[in-house]
């Protein structure tokens, strides 16, 4: 069982930055292919990074790549989302997730991850 608890999130105006914190429990999540997700209102969830196991591999939507960055301390069971230049349409609520079945492929879609964050909001407006 793993349990996973984000922070970091708040109120940002356009261009600036945020990072973003998920702190696992449980001895196997450093084996796991890690995640970022967001829902919007009104929108499905969706991707926005994901990391394998020893962070050598990352993956980013098109929305978000070069101002997005995924990391991971696997000494700390940590993962981050450093995000920059943001802007309003990256409003949502950012949820962590981890992926049981891999280590080393990243998969996209929601319904691939077993082990999900309650979530933090992330506000962009000025």
């Known amino acids: 069982q793993v349990q996973l608890v984000e922070s970091g999130g708040g109120t940002v105006q356009p261009g600036g930055s945020l990072r973003l914190s998920c702190v696992a429990s449980g001895r196997s999540s450093k084996y796991h292919v890690m995640a970022w997700f967001r829902q919007g209102p009104e929108k499905e969830r969706e991707i926005v990074a994901g990391i394998t196991f020893n962070g050598a591999r990352t993956y980013y939507s098109d929305s978000v790549k070069d101002r997005f960055t995924i990391s991971r301390d696997n000494a700390k069971s940590t993962v981050h989302l450093q995000m920059n230049s943001l802007k309003p349409e990256d409003t949502a609520a950012y949820y962590c997730?981890?992926?049981?079945?891999?280590?080393?492929?990243?998969?996209?879609?929601?319904?691939?991850?077993?082990?999900w964050g309650h979530g933090t909001q992330v506000t962009v407006s000025s």
């Open positions: 997730a981890a992926d049981q079945n891999r280590s080393v492929i990243i998969l996209t879609t929601p319904r691939d991850y077993d082990y």
